[in-house]
């Protein structure tokens, strides 16, 4: 099998040039650049989710210390006896006709008093506040802001008030005079019973938790803005590193060493890691190609200048004789025609041969191949008279092991096994023998039977160097396998684009010094076209002639 290029897994330290070529990059403004964009993202979501935690905080916060308010308040309340009036002659607490109320009402025990101590005060009145007995520090102007009359006798309110400028909330309960009659009882509400606290002091302590909320808030906004466009720059460091690599080797004057510039990779393994990864694989495969297009031209322009060489030695030799007025031979005239017409024969072969590929590489493989079903083996004996009149002094033997039929074009696969067996047969000396075997096996690649091609020969081998380049355009491997022995160095890459087309591959092994064995592996059971349809298999075994 063709062992791939070696691939390059370390970073190539290589510092860009400052050449003339290319175009400077723009510059982005502040405003619209990714890094500034992600920081923005990352500021607003965390105010966002800051106010929203503030907000919630400190109304759980409030509604919390006005529960614990509300239930020192009923504490509070509980400790005055209930001051209804259930029957007439009772002494009363407040008395309906002259709304008088009885002193002693709010007990005097350390109970009481320890309630005033923690900020309580109690009050009991009539409906118009004309006569109260209170206990503790009550705001001056409470009557002024609290509505007794709307007291109903069934129930208590829990109300917050402003007295001058301060927050209070206090407890009503209604004080309730009962009296009965033939027709029923009757009950009126002549008084309240009134506990509150003043809301300073929580006031206070939320006002507090919102300045340090916001303080904190504020400092981990600009904390994380800080950590937000740090990190930011840091996770855009790589990409910042591909442009200005890209933009040096866009500007680098010698395109060859620009394009040798590799990306330091992280050992982070995140995707900035692998986008570095995949642009230096990018770059080696631009290079790669570079580097075969300049070789490309080179061996173009020097097989191209050999035969216009000869054919314009040979002109130049016919007009210094016509201009000399010296008669010409005609065995001279003739070989120096014949010259003309053999070397302008083998440029027109090697110009059809570029455009073959050339039209391969700007229409893809399928252009070249026009499948039907086929016999490989008329496909090889038609291929095999042909190698027999190339063959000088080797033996060429052709073995069919299984006849098979093929979804595929029969013309193309001709040429293929004549590339093929011209390769071997120039490069095994007189007296070697060259095999064409067909067959069918399973691939160690798909695990699929596949028509299996062979081509083996007893020649000098090909050194492992050289195998990976075997198929390049224009390569030649140093030695016997030269110019000297014939051909473009374009039959190869002919044959595997031939056999790529039918979506197939070619596999060599070649021991340096024991021959070269080439196998074409063609799939049976699919067409290059999307065919599914499955082709018999013969199952005959036979051994055919050899040659």
């Known amino acids: 099998m063709i062992p791939k290029p070696a691939h390059l897994t370390g970073a190539k330290n290589g510092k860009a040039g400052t050449g003339t070529g290319g175009r400077r990059l723009p510059s982005i403004s502040f405003f619209r650049s990714i890094r500034f964009r992600l920081t923005a993202w990352y500021t607003l979501v965390l105010v966002i989710i800051i106010a929203l935690l503030g907000v919630l905080l400190s109304t759980f916060l409030a509604r919390a210390l006005e529960n614990e308010v509300d239930n020192r308040l009923r504490n509070g309340s509980a400790q005055i006896d209930d001051p209804s009036i259930l029957r007439r002659g009772e002494v009363l607490v407040v008395d309906p006709g002259t709304g008088w109320v009885r002193e002693d009402i709010i007990p005097s025990n350390p109970e009481i008093d320890a309630q005033v101590t923690s900020g309580l005060f109690f009050v009991v009145s009539n409906l118009d506040s004309s006569s109260s007995v209170s206990k503790g520090s009550v705001p001056q102007g409470l009557a002024t802001v609290l509505d007794l009359s709307s007291l109903s006798p069934d129930s208590a309110l829990m109300r917050t008030v402003s007295v001058e400028g301060q927050r209070v909330r206090v407890l009503l309960r209604p004080v309730v005079l009962l009296s009965g009659s033939e027709t029923g009882f009757d009950y009126r509400v002549i008084g309240a019973i009134i506990v509150g606290e003043s809301l300073k002091r929580q006031d206070d302590v939320i006002k507090l938790f ?38 040096a080797i866009a500007r680098q004057g010698d395109a060859r060493e620009s394009l040798a510039t590799r990306l330091e990779v992280n050992e982070t393994g995140d995707e900035l890691a692998r986008l570095s990864v995949t642009f230096n694989d990018m770059l080696e495969r631009i290079e790669l190609a570079f580097n075969g297009q300049r070789r490309f031209i080179a061996d173009a322009s020097h097989e191209l200048r050999t035969p216009l060489t000869a054919i314009r030695g040979n002109v130049d030799v016919l007009l210094r004789l016509a201009r000399s007025g010296r008669d010409v031979e005609a065995s ?30 700007a229409e893809g493989l399928g252009h070249m191949v026009r499948p039907e079903p086929v016999s490989l083996e008329v496909v090889a004996r038609e291929a095999f008279r042909t190698g027999e009149s190339l063959a000088a002094g080797q033996t060429l033997r052709l073995t069919i092991r299984q006849p098979l039929m093929i979804y595929g074009d029969g013309d193309r696969l001709v040429q293929v096994m004549i590339i093929l067996l011209d390769n ?119 051994e055919a002639p050899q040659g």
């Open 210 to 247: 919102n300045q340090l909320l916001r303080t904190a808030g504020a400092g981990g906004v600009l904390l994380a803005t800080w950590g937000g466009w740090l990190l930011a720059g840091r996770a855009l460091a790589p990409v910042n590193k591909i442009t200005s690599t890209a933009d």
């Open 332 to 361: 001279d005239l003739e070989e120096s025609l014949g010259d003309m017409k053999r070397e302008s024969a083998r440029m027109a072969r090697l110009i059809n041969d570029l455009l073959l590929l050339a039209r391969t590489d």
């Open 424 to 542: 071997a047969v120039r490069h095994t000396p007189s007296g070697g023998t060259v095999d064409l075997i067909i067959d069918a096996a399973e691939a160690e690649r798909t695990g699929q039977l596949c028509a299996r091609i062979q081509v083996v020969d007893s020649g000098e081998g090909i050194p492992p160097e050289h195998l990976p380049h075997l198929f390049e355009r224009f390569y030649r491997v140093e030695g016997s396998r030269s110019r000297l022995a014939g051909g473009s160095g374009l039959g190869l890459a002919i044959a595997l684009a031939i056999v790529r087309g039918h979506n197939g591959w070619i596999e060599v092994e070649s021991p340096e010094g024991k021959g070269t064995h080439i196998t074409v592996w063609l799939p049976i059971l699919e067409s290059p076209t999307g065919t599914t349809g499955e082709l018999p298999i013969l199952p005959t075994f036979q």
